[in-house]
């Protein structure tokens, strides 16, 4: 027996389809004309007269730089989550001592801790540590407060590797390293992928760390760029926009490829 | 995340089968504390140390430069008698639940929609992602803009939004950063909602169809008792979420009209790094992290959350 179609539901859905495409049209359709044409057009028209300029004087201004800035952090931030929490996540799974078990607890504890409880005191460590107005400032909060939910979703996956399989290689007398690099890691290809876009999204659209933790012009990631380009130049509302665009282009890029593993790395967290 | 790899691993097994017979101690070849070490020292010194750094500090008076000087209660005292500190708790209080009222029912309805299979839901639930996907400086950037009186949407639909600039009044600037704060967040929510109703069994449906419920007796009946857990989930979440509201404060509304809507996490930041009041700063942040804390586990107390087998699993 099929249910008849929801028409109330599919009209609903198409004004949640305009909520979240009025903003985007708006901001698409401002990037690609002059100042002077969108004032006189209004947000809402289609420009009648298109233009690279706004995205290319942004380049000029400085963002190419904070690109790379963002670039080098994002990389810094993924390898440090790829390097520390696939073992942390084996060790959560199959070691069977008391201690990664409260380990475990810590990083679940990490997820409740908002980054702005910390900004006061990380502050005071990262001047201590001569590491402010430096990337790598910025670079090793953010891998820390990244970890905790890569660990709950790799070490999800790592659980639906079956026991027998483990215990297979056990008896063959395989080390814990071989049963890592020759099970567990390829198993778990689908939640590496997962961390690796999570981790990535989160380094790309910091802000709270660089806002604290920075402060001169060549050590500005994208979002800094984006809220100092409004404070100075608020007025210059395509110009504005096409930088707002330029930041999250590679993003887009990565959800073209990524989304499922991003989907499914969110419903691991809050959907289970 | 199903794992089909099986065959593979079986012949790396008989290639590993040469003359081992004795059977290996309990403990061997399993992992030893060594394995979460690193990760753990890291996190500790990044996420942990600046969380009981930041419990030290509200009892000490600290500029930023020198060294943090022992103030005992001073700072406490302080906020209890600071009229912007206990407006600006009021208004986080009004941020989130205002947030939770009006994101909770559009993505329990959106999740319940997008968890049907049709292949025109999928295209949509995509689009319906991206804004997650953005930084909050972007989307804050971006609201600004389309909001601007001047320029924006409002100059050109001043039937709905009159001759007044959102950003000039209490309201108006409340509700600039509600809508936003949904329009960001939720696909988060939506998502939640849509992984536990697929979760929900066809079995149920179809007893209340042979019953002759109808749609709307089946959601409230079937569908929302069946959410139960991701309300929780996604209602801690938003609060969390809507106590520390700060980027979108800083970037909208920089906490105006006046003090209007400095919340909390705005005026912590205020503190440390505009009045260089490191020690009440951190007074704050630590009343923040309590006040979330308690919230959180009143909820879980109250909903029996933590009694219920499903959402123990994988924790």
Known sequence: MKPRPNYLAGFGSLIWLFVVGLPLYVMLIATFQS???????????????????????????????????????????????????????????????????????????????????????????????????????????????????????????????????????????????????????????SGLSTIVVFSSLQAWNGFLFPLVLTQSSENKVITMGLYDFQTEHGVDIPGLLAAVVLSMLPILLVYLFARRALVQGLMGVGGK | MTTAAVPTVDSTEKSVRHGRSHRPAT??????????????????????????????????????????????????????????????????????????????????????????????????????????????????????????????????????????????????????????????????????YQGAARAVPGVLYEAARIDGAGRVRQFFHITLPQLRNSIVTSMILMVVGGLTTFDTVLILTQGGPGTDTTNSAYYMYQKAFKSFDFGGASAIALLLVLVATLVSLVMVRLTGYDRMRSTMEGV
């Open chain 1, 35 to 189: 100042r002077t044409d969108y004032a006189a057009n209004g947000p809402l028209a289609f420009p009648e007269r298109f233009t690279l300029d706004n995205y290319v004087n942004d380049l000029d201004d400085g963002f190419a730089q904070y690109f790379l800035n963002t670039a080098i952090v994002t990389v810094c931030v993924v390898g440090i989550v790829l390097l520390l929490v696939p073992p942390l996540a084996y060790a959560i799974v199959r070691s069977d001592g008391k201690a990664t078990g409260r380990v475990f607890r810590l990083f679940l504890l990490g997820l409740a801790i908002p980054s702005q409880a910390v900004i006061v005191p990380m502050f005071y460590l990262i001047n201590e540590a001569g590491l402010y107005d430096n990337l790598l400032g910025v670079i090793l909060p953010t891998a820390a407060f990244a970890m905790p939910v890569c660990a709950l979703i790799l070490s999800g996956v790592m659980r639906d590797i079956t026991p027998e399989l483990y215990e297979a290689m056990t008896v063959d007398g395989a080390t814990p390293w071989r049963i890592f690099l020759q099970l567990v890691l390829p198993l778990s290809k």
């Open chain 2, 27 to 192: 403990g061997v070849g399993r992992p030893g504390f060594a394995w979460a070490a690193p990760a753990a020292v890291f996190f500790g010194l990044f996420a942990l140390v600046p969380l009981l750094l930041v419990v030290v500090l509200s009892f000490t008076r600290w500029n930023g430069l020198g060294s943090p000087e022992f103030a005992g209660l001073d700072n406490w005292s302080r906020l209890l008698d600071d009229p912007v500190m206990v407006k600006s708790l009021w208004l986080s209080l009004v941020f989130t639940v205002l947030g939770a009222v009006v994101q909770t029912p559009i993505s329990i309805l959106l999740g319940v929609w997008a968890a049907g299979r049709q292949r025109n839901r999928a295209v949509l639930s995509a689009v319906y992602f991206v804004p997650l996907l953005l930084s909050i400086t972007a989307v804050s950037v971006l609201w600004r803009a389309v909001l601007d009186p001047n320029f924006g949407v409002p100059s050109q639909a001043k039937w709905l939004f009159g001759d007044g600039n959102l950003f000039g009044t209490q309201v108006g600037a409340i509700g600039v950063l509600v809508l936003v704060g949904t329009w960001q967040f939720t696909p988060l929510h939506t998502l939640i």
